[in-house]
């Protein structure tokens, strides 16, 4: 479903935004940003050496503490009334969500993927985990395109309806239907997703996913085989957004002709109330850390 800026204004629309969200996982947000800003954005990233790894951090929220890090790029921003009206409408959402995080980065011309298939919070594919598996503590991500992307350039994609089913599989490990196994990355996520216990779970708890769930496995099944099927992906033009659910599958796709430029807010879901539950020391100690800056130690 695609909405335009004006769109966000009309409050009677707001109820149809939050459903798709909760259903479908994410949704598109024409001319979010207004040309001059998105120019004034790439002008400041174009000359940052930022990467998917080495973000620039513009602003982090932790409760009521406001850090503004990157002071140019917040100045951009900040009286953004379109930024400030999601924020507005996710907080009508159940348990409320709230921005958190504001960064930028920058994609390289290349021939991979920005980010294969994966989904968030899922701990990065990690063997052995330092926080329990919870499906409340997690983001609304909002991508605004500084650079135009295209079906074969870039372009995001997200696979519809598997926000549901990544919370399903949560709640299994959460309910101890399996132990916890990777599942960030498509081939994993669809491995448990074909365990015994869980269909079982399904048929059992929730009927009603089966036939979804069907769908799922039919499309991951294609996507392993051929990765980078653009099938699913969504081009936007500069200044348009894509607001989603950072539990369902998504990918960066591969910036095959020109490099690409996002700015990239989360919001929060719950607004600070969930915390990382820990179940290792390690996990103890990232309590405290503002919400973006824990690194997972490599194993
Ligand atoms: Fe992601």
Not at 1 to 18: K, P
Not at 186 to 193: E, H, I, K, T
């Amino acid at each position: 479903m695609i909405f335009s800026a004006a769109d966000l204004a009309n409050v009677e629309l707001w109820g149809e935004i939050t459903s798709l969200l909760k259903k479908r996982g994410f949704l598109v947000i024409k001319n979010f940003l207004s040309s001059e800003k998105v120019k004034e954005i790439k002008e400041v990233m174009q000359h940052s050496n930022s990467s998917h790894d080495f973000l620039e951090t513009i602003l982090l929220r932790n409760n009521d503490e406001k850090e503004i890090i990157h002071k140019n790029l917040f100045k951009i921003i900040e009286n953004e009334k379109n930024i400030k009206t999601i924020d507005e409408i996710l907080q009508t959402l159940k348990h409320g969500a709230h921005l958190t995080r504001i960064d930028s980065y920058k994609s390289k011309k290349s021939k991979k993927p920005i980010l294969e298939w994966h989904n968030d919070r899922a701990f990065s594919g990690d063997k052995i985990i330092h926080n329990r598996v919870q499906n409340k503590l997690f983001s609304y991500k909002l991508f605004i395109h500084i650079t135009e992307t295209q079906k074969n350039n870039g372009s995001f994609s997200y696979l519809p309806n598997s926000n549901r089913i990544s919370t399903l599989i949560r709640k299994a490990f959460r309910d101890g239907i399996i132990k916890y196994t990777p599942f960030w990355k498509l081939v994993d996520f669809s491995d448990v997703l074909k365990r015994k216990e869980i269909v079982d779970f399904v048929d059992s708890c929730f009927p009603e996913l089966k036939e979804e769930i069907k769908i799922f496995l039919r499309v991951s099944d294609n996507l392993i085989i051929n990765p980078n099927s653009n099938k699913y992906s969504i081009p936007c033009k500069q200044g348009d957004a894509i607001l989603f659910d950072e539990r369902g599958l998504h990918q960066g796709g591969i910036p095959s002709k020109s490099e690409r430029i996002i700015l990239r807010l989360f919001y929060l879901n719950g607004a600070g109330k969930y915390k990382p539950e820990p179940i290792t020391e390690y996990g103890r100690n990232q309590l405290n850390s503002p919400v973006g800056t824990f690194k997972s130690p490599i194993n």
